[in-house]
């Protein structure tokens, strides 16, 4: 049986999300399998807090200098690699690029976010995940060689599986991608997330069982004043989010200004973060088991202010000196702890009328929609990872409340450096950029038997014609060749010549994309053959891949 093109991208799709998970997991592994060989002990739950507590101050201020040094010699010998295999992120890839991630420079910047993260750096393990996840459907477009659009699409569905694996969030994963990166929540591209999402999730569930990412205790929040008050509380996070965003990109610029070699920023940068967790070891790592402790109540407003003012300091230091890996969870650490500076000062106002665990959540979800920009993806996102159903009402009104206030303040979301305003369509110029090879195709002379013998096999309406050296004569319909096979006498018989349709519209391989577009604008088919050097048939465009290049054009 031959799939057509959209279901066959679904089974793409689906063993993206499957390999995916299987990187990230394996990185997941990789990550833990180093921390004891380095520490003796992967800590409680692989938590490098723990490590941190067990470590003299000198260790843990050296510790993430010394990973610094290395994650900067690993990033500057992805550098060094030739110019077609170093390549940027997946978001550069699916936004700015032609779908191509290199296979060396991703496993090089996976080495040095595992240096930098098992060090103690105050950075997420999710960044270097999704690139790996990504990396796989990088992979599949270049093995599958289809257009771009299509290979776009791939390294989509390779980070929403890296996602899902990373926070237990299929629904999160598919609308991060759709919300952040493509900016589109059309079907063509939705559809095709949400399969990967889901296979990587069927992958981690087989894998490691289920549970989610935050043990939230059991609250039933009454309705009408807890809601109306932690929407204040997307207020606050609407107002703090750009001054956190604005200290990370200060502290990129600073170390920007800095000539010196790669390693020794970095390695600067993983001082600083060291400096700063011998005074507190809960800067140490991403904070999940920090938030893990939040969520459980029980923190003094004063050690609730030191930790979230110190934790900040450390991301700027790590992050702005280059360091590789993940914005995402740390960004959650943060929403929390504003989360439960809020809860913890209310209940002091007025006790007991919002659970400190509950403003946690939604300071978490509301500080990730004033960061990202995405309060969608920030709902569904708390709400797969914390499993709280009575915190959907006010989750909402904090998470709208929270990207409304931030987007007046600041523009530019958390993702804009990796998500730049070049228009993707100068990537992206000619018919050849999108075409697809191996067309159906007869030729003159050949007998009616065989015109539906292809039919039957390709589904298409209409099959090419070239002659024996390939130039395009036009095409057959099957509307028409369905009556003259049934008034042919033999169907050994050659086809006759008046069903070829010489004026079949068609394109060059160097035709802009706007020509494309316009001539399916006048063409109802599906599919439009392209023509080289001598009207030789190259290929075809399909009007999925030219619909899924305007949408990520357009945004819409």
């Not at 776009?152 to 999160?172: D, F, Q, S």
């Not at 500080?367 to 995405?374: D, G, K, P, Q």
């Not at 979301?413 to 000619?430: K, L």
Request: glycine share 10%.
């Amino acid at each position: 049986m031959r799939l057509p093109g959209w279901q066959r991208t679904l089974v793409i799709a689906a063993l993206i999300g499957v390999a995916g998970a299987l990187s990230t997991l394996a990185f997941r592994e990789l990550i833990l399998y180093t921390e004891r060989v380095v520490y003796g002990t992967g800590g409680i739950n692989g938590s490098l807090v723990h490590i941190a507590q067990t470590l003299s101050w000198w260790q843990r201020m050296l510790a993430p200098a010394v990973g610094g040094v290395l994650a900067g010699l690993a990033l500057a010998w992805a550098r060094r690699q030739p110019e077609r295999e170093q390549g940027g992120d997946y978001m550069e890839a699916v936004v700015l690029g032609k779908g191509d991630l290199p296979a060396r420079a991703s496993l090089l910047r996976a080495l040095s976010a595992t240096a930098t993260v098992v060090s103690g750096g105050a950075i997420g393990r999710e960044g270097p995940m999704v690139q790996l996840a990504a990396l796989c459907g990088a992979l599949a477009g270049r093995w599958q060689q289809v257009p771009v659009p299509r290979r776009r699409l791939y390294v989509a569905c390779g980070a929403a599986a890296g996602i899902t694996t990373a926070y237990n969030a299929p629904i999160a994963g598919a609308m991060f991608v759709a919300e952040i990166v493509l900016h589109s929540l059309a079907i063509e591209s939705l559809g095709p997330l949400i399969v990967a999402a889901v296979a990587a999730n069927l992958v981690l569930a087989s894998w490691a069982g289920y549970a989610p990412v935050y043990h939230m205790p059991t609250i039933v929040l009454a309705r009408g004043a807890p809601t109306l008050l932690l929407a204040l509380l997307g207020l606050a996070a609407g107002v703090l989010a750009p001054g956190y965003l604005a200290l990370i990109d200060g502290s990129r610029k600073l170390f920007g200004r800095w000539h010196g070699p790669l390693w020794q920023k970095l390695g600067v940068g993983g001082l600083l973060a060291g400096a700063i967790s011998v005074l507190h070891p809960g800067v140490w790592g991403n904070g999940y088991s920090v938030v893990n402790a939040m969520l459980q109540g029980n923190w003094l407003w004063q050690a609730l202010l030191v930790i979230l003012v110190l934790k900040v300091l450390a991301v700027a230091a790590t992050v702005g000196s280059g360091a590789v890996g993940g914005i995402f969870t740390p960004t959650l650490f943060t929403g929390a702890a504003v989360g439960a500076l809020f809860g913890v000062l209310l209940n002091a106002w007025l006790p007991g009328l919002v659970p400190v665990p509950a403003a946690v959540a939604v300071g978490m979800g509301a500080f990730l929609a004033a960061s990202t920009h995405a309060p969608l993806m920030s709902i569904l996102m708390l709400f797969e990872m914390t499993e709280s159903y009575s915190l959907m009402v006010p989750l909402m009104a904090a998470c709208v409340l929270a990207h409304t206030v931030s987007r007046l303040l600041r523009e530019r979301s958390i993702y804009a450096v990796g998500n730049a305003a070049t228009p993707p369509a100068r990537a992206v110029t000619m018919a050849a950029d999108l075409l697809r090879t191996d067309p159906p195709v007869v030729r003159p002379g050949q007998s009616m038997l065989e015109l539906e013998q292809a039919f039957a096999r390709w589904r298409w309406q209409h099959l090419y014609v070239t002659d024996a050296g390939g130039t395009f004569l036009g095409a057959v319909s099957r509307h028409d060749f369905a009556p003259a096979l049934g008034a042919a006498s033999d169907p050994a018989q050659p086809w006759p010549a008046t069903l070829l349709r010489a004026d079949y519209p068609s394109v060059r391989d160097s035709a802009p994309f706007w020509q494309v577009v316009e001539t399916f604008a006048t063409h109802p088919g599906e599919r439009l053959p392209v023509l080289g050097e001598g009207r030789v048939l190259a290929g075809y465009v399909t009007k999925t891949d030219v619909v899924l290049m305007l949408r990520q054009i357009t945004g819409e």
